[in-house]
């Protein structure tokens, strides 16, 4: 089960960062790794929320001590902070002293750029887990970015610029996307459900009137930047789509043509997302670090500038009857069709002392953690997309989102056994359909129906079943051209059925033990493939959880990775300040007055309803 509320225990793991232990390579008793997460970013024991197993770190110190005796009485001094900024600031000013630390693509490759991180894999080391089960295609994108460092040259002396690869100085933790989360439910919208999908296929739809004041975006520089350029450049981008669908060029091309636009950061072109931004700024409810996952939740907003982790989150609460009570909503998330950011956070290895002991202690707690059946623990608790496929992570997000799993069935469906031979049908309970499809006692003419919870009434006929899904044991038959395998059953996918056939191969292919790249064929509700007016295909842009964390291949291909701004950084800054300090419009004005005078009106009817009560007391004790 997803985490829904993520409370952050008072854990022992995490201790105050600067502490005596994080400069030491070895403490009394034994060597001392040193790792620095976001908060509440890794897998922490809260057995409330249903979590029982230690934390990953004491996993991990479990896994040394059981494994390598010379690390027996390995410590772990793991930190938490805020932003990638302050990591950089502690690294530029050395105060930061850690053998891993995790930050997002771009400032991987400024740290790498700045000659601020070391190299993993020397001295013969390796991570096996990463190599083997990280997602290839994912993988691919994170490993090819450049970064440009300064190196000295060994026959002249002098520092010569060597672009680098991020695949030798970083190893992926999450991955995700951004885009447009937005609630139909919200009461504000001018526009019916239809228009408001189609409209949220487009970054533009922010800056449309119908939509003012119902908009939250990052307070963010990067992602607000690209939300800017991108709306800047929406003709070539549209242009750039257009050749790449006709086929006039490749989709490398596409990629490359892509991220030239996607990250141009001169001064000219600055000014020119500057002026986008200022005509946003007048149609926004306002900026948001943190609470526009839960604002969108509760209604305070209707559409909210969003990664894919925290659209997760909110549409977990929005559906969650024990936090919203009977005011749920069906919130839905957009990767516009003309593309989007790609996002990776991944581990890297400051340049600061350490033992051999530390650089081979930290390969193994990378290692530890790419193992896909503690990257599932990870992935399940924070409720972010790994890096890492394989068994555990494909079982894990089949549980979540597919409608063949166990969790599912018993929540959504009630079950008919139908038994050709006899032509007689039964309702079952999911525990005997179990025992039912064990090798011992298979029964090969017999069929499953699954029948949506609101239509649980007894079926009449055979016919009144048929619409719906069907599971077929079937040991030795080959399926049908309408039926998918899957294991020892087959699926039957009914033409008016809304379930869709998701293909996730590009994840998982090459990283499954136990499962076939087959596997890899998901069936799921989770996508809403949308079909615009004067179109014959249907463009899936827009979904729900699975498409957050799991785009199909098509979406990604169109997403590019924004890199570090590097020596335009300062006109991108001096934008942001720009941008941020510009007055709030007038209707927002109005807003907040309204808002604030309310506030202070209310103080003062309680303070002064305090004062009459005293009064009213102290006279009744004078009469008494």
């Known amino acids: 089960m997803k985490k829904i509320m993520k409370v952050l225990p008072l854990s022992a793991l995490i201790l105050l960062a600067g502490s005596s232990l994080t400069s030491c390579a070895t403490s009394n008793d034994g060597p001392v790794l040193r790792i620095i997460n976001s908060e509440d970013y890794i897998y922490l024991n809260d057995p409330e929320s249903g979590y029982d197993a230690p934390d990953m770190v004491e996993q991990f110190k479990s896994y040394i001590k059981e494994n390598y005796p010379q690390y027996k009485n390995l410590q772990v001094v793991y930190d938490t902070s805020d932003t990638n900024e302050t990591l950089y600031s502690e690294l530029q000013t050395g105060k930061s002293n850690y053998d891993l630390m995790n930050v997002s693509d771009y400032m991987a490759q400024k740290i790498v750029s700045g000659n601020y991180a070391v190299p993993f894999y020397q001295n013969g080391l390796t991570i096996d887990n990463y190599a083997t089960y990280a997602s290839k295609d994912i993988k691919d994108r994170l490993d090819n970015i450049v970064a440009t460092k300064k190196i000295k040259n060994p026959e002249t002396g002098k520092y010569e610029d060597q672009d680098v690869y991020l695949k030798d100085y970083s190893v992926g933790y999450m991955w995700g996307t951004l885009g447009i989360l937005f609630n139909p439910d919200y009461p504000g919208f001018k526009v019916e459900k239809e228009e408001l999908i189609e409209d949220m296929q487009s970054f533009s739809a922010l800056w449309d009137k119908k939509y003012e004041g119902t908009i939250s975006i ?15 450049f929406e003709e070539e981008f549209k242009e750039l789509k257009d050749k790449f669908d006709s086929g006039e060029i490749t989709l490398e091309k596409y ?24 005509e946003l700024k007048q149609n926004i409810f306002g900026l948001e670090v943190d609470s526009g996952k839960q604002d969108i939740v509760t209604k305070k907003i209707g559409v909210n500038l969003a990664w894919s982790g925290d659209a997760v989150y909110s549409m977990d609460q929005a559906e969650d009857e024990t936090q919203v009570g009977s005011n749920t909503s069906e919130i839905y998330y957009s990767v516009p069709e003309l593309g989007s950011n790609l996002w990776f956070d991944t581990w890297i290895m400051p340049n600061c002392p350490r033992s051999d002991a530390q650089y081979e202690l930290a390969h193994l707690f990378l290692d530890f953690i790419c193992d896909p059946a503690n990257a599932a623990q990870n992935m399940e608790y924070t409720g972010y997309t790994s890096f890492i496929a394989g068994d555990s992570i494909l079982e894990l997000v089949r549980d979540w989102y597919d409608y063949r799993t166990a969790e599912i069935y018993e929540e959504e469906y009630q079950i008919y056994s139908y038994n050709e031979a006899s032509e007689e049908f039964k309702a079952i309970d999911y525990s005997d359909f179990l025992k039912e499809n064990r090798e011992d006692s298979r029964q090969d003419d017999k069929l499953y129906y699954f029948v949506p919870e609101g239509e649980k009434e007894e079926p009449e006929s055979f016919d009144d079943l048929k619409d ?34 998701v293909d996730l191969k590009y994840f998982f292919t090459g990283t499954l033990d136990e499962y076939t790249d087959d596997d890899a064929i998901f069936y799921s509700d989770c996508y809403l493939p949308f079909t615009k007016e004067g ?14 964390q799991y785009p199909n291949k098509e979406t990604l291909d169109r997403c590019g990775v924004m890199r570090d701004y590097g020596k335009n950084n300062t006109y991108v800054m001096k934008m942001w300040e720009n941008f941020k300090s510009d007055p709030l419009p007038t209707w927002a004005i109005i807003t907040l007055a309204v808002f604030v005078t309310g506030i202070v009106g209310l103080i003062g009817y309680f303070v002064t309803n305090k004062v009459l009560k005293k009064k009213a007391l102290k006279k009744y004790s004078q009469k008494n």
Do not use: W
Request: charged content about 35%.
């Open 218 to 232: 990052k307070n963010s520089m990067r992602d607000t930047y690209a939300l800017g350029l991108m709306h800047t």
């Open 255 to 278: 990629q490359e043509e892509f991220a030239k636009i996607f990250n141009r950061c001169d001064e000219n072109n600055v000014a020119k997302i500057q002026k986008s931004l200022e």
């Open 468 to 501: 719906n899904i069907v599971y077929k044991l079937d040991e030795e038959d080959e399926p049908t051209e309408e039926q998918k395998t899957y294991g020892d059953l087959t699926i039957v996918n009914s033409s008016d059925s809304e379930i869709e056939e």
């Open 535 to 548: 179109s014959e295909e249907p463009n899936i842009s827009v979904g729900r959880q699975f498409f957050c």
